[in-house]
């Protein structure tokens, strides 16, 4: 039996590119890149494949942005390689925007950890540790001119804002492969092989605005109807994390604006919500308990007149449940992929959604991996380049090594 090593265990180094991968990782944190402002991430990936000596028109760019609500710079970035070997088609993916606290970070090689050197910013390991990943492997075949079964890799955009690189893919481009390998956060050891589905909300709240001190009484504060509704999802036991009936989800009221000043009646407040669960059904009754606290809210908020406010309630899926069976094939090569640099694997299913989420719904079976990152989203965030080039060694394993016995060909 093989046992789990500790991250900061000195280990081998990966199959060639150790220093290039460190390299890669550390000039792509340091370029700005937030959701919907990719486009430089996506240049300097293909301008280093470029040295590496593929011809630059072998990119694509879909148009996933287009039909993003943020819009963006730029749509994903796809690479096909054709195979030297026969075989179904793998995919290998990452995503390349990350979050506002982080963009413009500056980071800070200590030793074997790497942290924002700006105090007021998060590092973007996430996920540019992935993306990273992604680049060395196909650096390293390029350059190196390993032998590969065909080969996708997908740079997606706008994960950070509701998955919509992943949404909003034009599968037609990607060569119909028949698993994937998503790299985001977490341990090299990590796979997390199945994500709970989420829906969000926006609540409009309709009041009717008074002077607060001549004529309070004729107003209908739409901050009272929000924060009636809140109070009562709290006492009822349908915010945060919720447990009935052995089933389990999540809610959260998460942005609320709305008012002009002290001495106005607000008529007018926004309110942003999510529901989660790896329960379809129990997720669809959850959205359901939180429509009904607002709409009841808003008839029990009256003035004099008896005039009251009003609610209208616009949501979406944002991404559907998944969870892969064990014996699933993308499960078993990255079990062997993990188990190969001498890790021990780590299942595991995740309360947050992936772009896996989404390739799943496009009928492609997909593990995420970690690459070393901690505490994302977090001025905290580190980068572990022990778990980072664990995770170079993993993702080179899954696109060059094995055999796909059992998996189809996708027609």
């Avoid at 630059?56 to 879909?62: H, T």
């Avoid at 196909?138 to 001119?145: C, L, N, W, Y």
């Avoid at 919509?164 to 698993?179: E, F, Q």
Wanted: proline share 5%; charged share 25%; with cysteine.
């Amino acid at each position: 039996m093989k046992v789990k090593r500790s991250s900061s265990a000195r280990k081998s180094p990966p199959r060639g590119g150790s220093s290039r991968a460190v390299d890669f990782v550390m000039q792509m944190m340091a370029i700005p890149g937030g959701s919907g402002r990719e486009r430089q991430v996506a240049s300097f990936v293909m301008d280093q494949l470029e040295r590496a000596g593929l011809p630059r028109d072998q990119f694509r760019m879909d148009s996933a942005h287009r039909k993003s609500p943020l819009g963006g710079e730029c749509g994903n970035l796809i690479l096909k390689l054709r195979g030297t070997q026969r075989g179904p088609r793998r995919l290998l993916s990452a995503h390349l925007d990350t979050v506002p606290l982080c963009v413009n970070t500056r980071p800070d090689r200590r030793g074997r950890i790497v942290r924002s050197g700006n105090p007021e910013k998060g590092l973007g390991a996430d996920d540019r540790a992935g993306c990273a990943v992604l680049l060395n492997t196909a650096f390293e075949i390029i350059r190196r001119g390993l032998p590969h079964p065909p080969l996708t890799f997908c740079w997606f955009v706008q994960e950070e804002v509701g998955l919509m690189g992943s949404r909003h893919l034009t599968t037609s481009m990607l060569g119909k492969p028949a698993v994937g390998f998503n790299f985001d956060g977490g341990s090299a050891a990590k796979l997390t092989i199945g994500a709970t589905g989420g829906y969000r909300m926006t609540v409009e709240i309709q009041g009717l605005a008074s002077h607060a001190g001549g004529a309070p009484e004729q107003g209908v504060s739409a901050i009272a109807i929000a924060a009636l509704a809140i109070a009562d999802l709290h006492r009822s036991g349908w915010h945060g994390d919720i447990q009935r009936d052995g089933l389990h989800g999540t809610s959260n009221v998460g942005v609320i604006s709305g008012g002009a000043a002290t001495n106005v009646v607000a008529d007018r407040v926004t309110v942003r919500v999510e529901a989660r669960s790896h329960d379809s059904a129990f997720r669809q009754r959850i959205v359901a308990e939180i429509e009904e606290s607002f709409r009841n809210a808003a008839k029990s908020v009256t003035n004099v007149m008896g005039q009251c406010g009003s609610v209208a309630i616009d949501g979406r899926l944002d991404y559907e449940s998944f969870l892969l069976p064990r014996n699933e094939p993308a499960v078993e090569m990255a079990d062997a992929a993990v188990r190969s640099i001498g890790r021990q694997p780590e299942r595991t299913v995740t309360n947050g959604g992936l772009d896996a989420n989404w390739l799943f719904r496009h009928g492609i079976p997909t593990v995420s991996l970690g690459c070393g990152q901690k505490d994302q989203h977090m001025r905290s965030e580190t980068l572990d380049l022990d778990e980072f080039e664990d995770a170079c060694r993993v993702a080179l394993h899954l696109a060059t090594s094995g055999n796909l016995h059992d998996a189809p060909t996708r027609e």
